[in-house]
């Protein structure tokens, strides 16, 4: 399998909610988003994808929170906290659309907020579209 990874920084305010219901005080981040996506075969320029049209990708996911206060975008506006590990999921299933060609999938997203805190979303298998028949996944 080939995973080709890549990654972005940007800076964005947010705050969470607390177990009791309360909420931190807003904060702002260097946040780091790093992406993984794979194929079992190369295209046939021997490419997993051109890293120019997964920069776009990351780019088009990332301006609506690119020095913004994330708790006032939606679906956040709407109470729901922004949460690292909230965030890493919605960064995949929005990276994860965009993927048009069956041959690929993205694997992994790893969202930092802090230097030595991570959240990470990523799927046990690859879509079965994606897998060659000589390496199915087990169930």
């Known amino acids: 399998m080939y995973t080709v990874i890549e ?7 947010h705050a969470i909610q607390y177990p009791d219901g ?8 260097d946040w780091l988003l790093r992406v993984h996506v794979c194929a079992y075969e190369l295209d046939r320029v021997h ?15 990332l301006a609506p929170f690119e020095g913004q206060h994330i708790n006032e975008i939606s679906p956040f506006s709407q ?7 909230f965030l890493a999921r919605l960064f995949f299933d929005t990276l994860a659309a965009q ?5 690929v999938w993205l694997h992994k997203v790893e969202l930092r907020e802090a230097l030595t805190s991570w959240a990470v979303y ?10 060659p028949s000589d390496k199915e996944p087990s169930a």
Do not use: K
Not at 79 to 85: A, C, D, K, V
Not at 99 to 103: I, N, S, V
């Open 22 to 29: 309360t909420w931190e005080e807003s904060h702002c981040h």
């Open 7 to 13: 990654e972005r920084t940007f800076q964005a305010y």
């Open 79 to 85: 109470g729901i906290s922004p949460s690292t590990e």
């Open 47 to 61: 490419l997993v994808i051109d890293f120019l049209v997964l920069q776009a990708m990351i780019n088009r996911t």
């Open 99 to 103: 993927l048009r060609e069956p041959r």
């Open 122 to 131: 990523e799927v046990a298998h690859p879509p079965r579209h994606s897998v």
